[in-house]
Structures are given as structure tokens and as C-alpha cells.
């Protein structure tokens, strides 16, 4: 923490696993937070009682983020425990009862994707703070036609769904945070609907979105595992850059010898396919690295999870 301090880095995630059953949690959490930094912790909720939520109360976490990964049936299914979703349902009303912001994170797949619905109604009904819908690493190729592709047309839909439920909340008065991530060209389909439904607003948009920079892996974000091995992003568990028991994480995470490093970092990124000749290629940034990888061994290849089509992204269709 003191070199992550010295390094400038603003926010710690404590995440797993389960960070509950980590005993010296609360420790280490309250030293974060003396130290400044915007802390947040990521739970399954299951473990948390009135006494672990006062507890977390008093730490102050910035944010508490519980995962359901769908309604009850679903998340039962999920997560192999019967009554897992009550526990996760209570452990977000113990908190919030607390004065404390929590959000629902729900990571979308073809198996839960039709209980999105209802979750953001359940949002609604408890009066929850943030909703974190994360994509699923896409295992497909990228030469599926997209306009067809079952995977794709799930994830349009629930994009859809999400944009009118927080337009909806924001004309009602009752503003929440609806956050996406794990797919950087949800930037470019937010864009397209500014330009739809507020066209006068959609350069300003446009600007903030090329400011935001697209896919941060290897620059902005990255994962400290339960071993102490650092990786580009929390998707990336099968590439360390090394281990902060051994040398600092400010040394691992500015040695650009590594060549995946040199390349995450570099402005703008080498990127191949399809990302290299997007019209939006500095809102996206090519996107996430690790798909093209995992699917084609090659780290810089057009990213197989862009849901976008060719007419889309400025190619002929």
C-alpha cells in the first residue's frame, strides 16, 4: 500500500474469491482508508450478517459491490447454494439500511442474460445505489456475422435495456449509476444513441468519451492476485508481470521490457483487423486484449467480442 500510495494510485478493489473470509480484512481495509485511498469492496454478499455489516459500516468503504448473478432460481444455479440469492438480497439491504453505497454487479451471459429485466426492477424496488453489468469474455471468432450472432444480439439488447433504464431513472428524477465494463465498445453504442436522441449533444459526448481513452489494461488498471502476481487487468490471470513480494509494484508496472506491457502502453496501440481501421478507434482503443489473445494467439488481432458491425465502425458492410 505504501508504494501503491507513493505511485499515485487512487483506488483500491478488494475483490476475489470472497474478500470476507480473509481474516485481516477489515485491517487492511481501514489502513487503506486512512491512507486516502477510494476503497471498495466486491462481495457475494452470502457471509454478511448485522454484525458484518456494522462492521463494514465502520470501515466506510466508498462502495460495496454484491454480485447476483441473476434472480433467484438463476443465481441459486450459479452460484450451486440453494437460498444464495436471499443471503446476497439481504446482505445489500443490511448495508444500504447503513448508510452505505452499494451496488448490484452482474456479469451478463446467454444463461442469465433474460433475469436482466428483473434485476433492474429489483434495483428500483430496494432503492439501489449503482448497477455494474460486466460482459462475459466473448469465446467466439471474430469472423461470426454480427448481425446474427446469438452472443452479440444479447449483448445490443441488454446495452438497450440498460441505456433506456437509466434515461428513464434520470427523467423520473431518481438518478442512479449504470456502469458497464469488460467491453470498451459500449462507449461507441452510447455514443450512437446521443446521436439518435440528442444529436446536438453527441460532439460533446464524443470528446468526453476519446478523453476517457478507451481500454485502460496494462495503463490504468490492473490486478494484484491473491499470490501478490501483478496482471494487466483482472482478466489476465494467466500473464504475471511479476510478484510485489519481490519487487514493487511501481517497478513491474513501468518496466515496458515485457513486450505485452510495451504494447498495452504504447499511444496508439498497434492494433490489427478490423480495430485498426474503426472510425472509433480512439473512443474504444481496440478494445480488450486478452479476447484477441485467448481466441487467436495473437495479442493484437481485431478484439472477437466488439459487438459492433461493419457499417457501425465506418467499414463497408
Same mark, same amino acid.
Given at each position: ?45 452470502? @457471509? #454478511? %450478517?448485522?454484525?458484518? +455489516?456494522?462492521?463494514? =459500516? ?5 462502495? $460495496?459491490?454484491?454480485?447476483? &448473478? ?91 435495456? @440498460? #441505456? %433506456?433504464?437509466?434515461? +428513464?431513472?434520470?427523467? =423520473? ?5 449504470? $456502469?458497464?465494463?469488460?467491453? &470498451? ?133
Amino acid at each position: 500500500m505504501d508504494d501503491l500510495k507513493q505511485f499515485r494510485v487512487p483506488v483500491l478493489i478488494l475483490s476475489g474469491g470472497e474478500p470476507l473470509l480473509r481474516p485481516d480484512i477489515f485491517e487492511l481495509s481501514a489502513r487503506a482508508k486512512a491512507m486516502g485511498f477510494y476503497v471498495g469492496l466486491s462481495t457475494n454478499g452470502t @457471509l #454478511i %450478517d448485522a454484525a458484518l +455489516a456494522d462492521k463494514i =459500516a465502520t470501515i466506510g468503504y466508498d462502495y $460495496v459491490g454484491i454480485s447476483l &448473478d441473476g434472480l433467484h432460481q438463476t443465481h441459486d444455479r450459479f452460484r450451486r447454494k440453494e437460498g444464495a440469492f436471499e443471503l446476497s438480497l439481504a446482505a445489500l439491504r443490511l448495508c444500504r439500511a447503513r448508510g452505505m453505497k452499494v451496488g448490484m454487479r452482474f456479469t451478463l451471459t446467454q444463461e442469465n442474460a433474460h433475469d436482466l429485466p428483473g434485476l433492474l426492477d429489483l434495483m428500483t424496488a430496494e432503492g439501489i445505489d449503482k448497477f455494474y453489468l460486466s460482459h462475459l469474455n466473448y469465446a467466439g471468432r471474430g469472423n461470426k456475422n454480427r448481425k446474427t450472432d446469438a452472443h452479440f444480439q444479447t449483448t445490443r439488447q441488454a446495452m438497450d435495456l @440498460l #441505456i %433506456d433504464r437509466c434515461w +428513464a431513472a434520470i427523467q =423520473a428524477g431518481t438518478p442512479a449509476e449504470f $456502469v458497464t465494463g469488460n467491453n &470498451d465498445a459500449d462507449g461507441v453504442y452510447l455514443l450512437r444513441w446521443v446521436e439518435k436522441h440528442f444529436p446536438d449533444k453527441a460532439n460533446h459526448i464524443r470528446q468526453k468519451l476519446i478523453q476517457w481513452g478507451g481500454n485502460a489494461s496494462g495503463v490504468n488498471i490492473a490486478n494484484i492476485d491473491n499470490l501478490g502476481v501483478v496482471h494487466p487487468d483482472t482478466m489476465w490471470w494467466n500473464y504475471p508481470l511479476g510478484h510485489v513480494r519481490e519487487r514493487p509494484f511501481s517497478q513491474i508496472w513501468q518496466d515496458t521490457r515485457d513486450p505485452v506491457m510495451a504494447g498495452l502502453k504504447q499511444r496508439p496501440r498497434q492494433v490489427e483487423g478490423r480495430c485498426a481501421t474503426c472510425a472509433h478507434f480512439a473512443i474504444c482503443g481496440g478494445n480488450t486484449r486478452v479476447r484477441a489473445w485467448q481466441t487467436s494467439g495473437n495479442l493484437w488481432a481485431e478484439d472477437p467480442g466488439c459487438y459492433l458491425d461493419d457499417p457501425e465502425i465506418g467499414l463497408p458492410s
